[in-house]
């Protein structure tokens, strides 16, 4: 069997594939995932500025990259979808989106709580959490949009349109965001100037992000299984599988 | 080229000149929103004036997305929006009529409002001039934006409510710059920089969003 880009884009193939990778990126993401954590919780150093609270940025800051990456992702997904009328992209697009919803509010949300020991406020109208903020909005919108419209295809394709003008807005939304926070109130935090890092407390950060990646590959696999099944019910392969072993 | 634009903008004003009341409604909102929040957040001269130019510009927001979804709905349930996709003329210009009518229709009454709600708020005489500019250069760029938003949503049941969580995100950046030149020239400052950055916004919006907008009508209508 010749294998190309294209192999997996056939949904009967990519289902049977997905179904055999989805256990080995549970193995990854579980064994990065005890790696980082015992390392991030365990072995790095407590910062003597910030105590102990200071470990749950091993949570957040691979949760706010994700969140951005996976926004990408789904953005690039949608897109070939769109353009080469390729149905199983559409479906991985549209898989990848809760997955991402939920890394930005896991960001905010472990932002928050660190916030309240180190900051004393568990929110400020930061220009990264404002546009973190508007982030998680535009997720809402592209999964409200495809889930309001009941046709798959105008759904997968307006959703499309949707997170492009999303990806050429947010760095204007960021630009602006960060001008109007200089401008508002002189920056009582400085993220930028924080300590340089020990060097255990970033390994344990980039296991973190493996484990996410990992995660997330299986996650976005399972969901993309179950689109796969609902939109192609009606195909005789999927009928197969509905039959129980044995019979005609 | 620009007479297909003014005749679809002439054809939806007309439209819109016969329903004279559904087409102040937008207004309406945008006076009784503003005017609700002084009785909210209390009569204090001095927060008034503060929270004035975010008032004003958020409540212009919100009225622009009440209204934006009707740009294409009716002729969406006539069936004309169908024929002038048919017809031979670039669907870019029908999308550039229909939004200049939308924004002439409930964009600029809004801007006319603007001085008059900035006088209830106790906003000087140079801030409510600014604000007034501010949402004259803002407020096409929400009818643009909110044309993609109504183009995406055409013909769904939970549109117009969508319509409000697909766009205001997107409409951020004016925002910010729409107020903050308000703030600038209240502390004394130039709004030049402001008014540059909204212009900037008004020339990036004016190109994407009525192409964006044509490929949005042609995804709903396949």
Known sequence: MTLSLTTYAAPSRF??????WVPWCWAVAALFGAAGLYTGFAIAPTDFQQGDAYRIIFIHVPAAWMSMWLYLVMAFWAAIGWMLNARMSAMLARAVAPTGAMFTFIALWTGALWGKPTWGTW???DARLTSEFILLLLYGGYIALTEAIDDPRRAANAGALLALVGVVNVPIIYFSVRWWNTLHQGSSINLGAAPKMAATMLTA???MTVCFWAYSFAVVFTRARAVVLEQESDTDWVKALARPEGTQ | MSSMILT?????LLLARRRRVEALLPLGFFVVAAGLFPIGVGPEPQ???????GVVWVCALLAAMLS???MFASDHQDGSLEQ??????PLLLLVLGKVLAHWLASGLPLVLAAPLIGLLFGMHAPAIATLTATLLLGTPILSLLGAVGAALTLGLRSGAALVFLLVLPLTVPALIFGTGAVVAVDSGLSAQAHFSLLGALLILNGLGAPLAAAAALRISLD
Do not use: C, F, H, K
């Open chain 2, 47 to 53: 927060t008034l004036r503060q929270i004035a130019p």
């Open chain 2, 8 to 12: 679809v903008a002439r054809r939806d």
């Open chain 1, 205 to 207: 950060m980039l296991l």
């Open chain 1, 15 to 20: 289902y049977a594939a997905a179904g055999a």
């Open chain 1, 123 to 125: 929110w400020v109208w």
């Open chain 2, 68 to 70: 934006v979804t009707q």
């Open chain 2, 84 to 89: 002038m996709l048919l017809s031979p003329q």
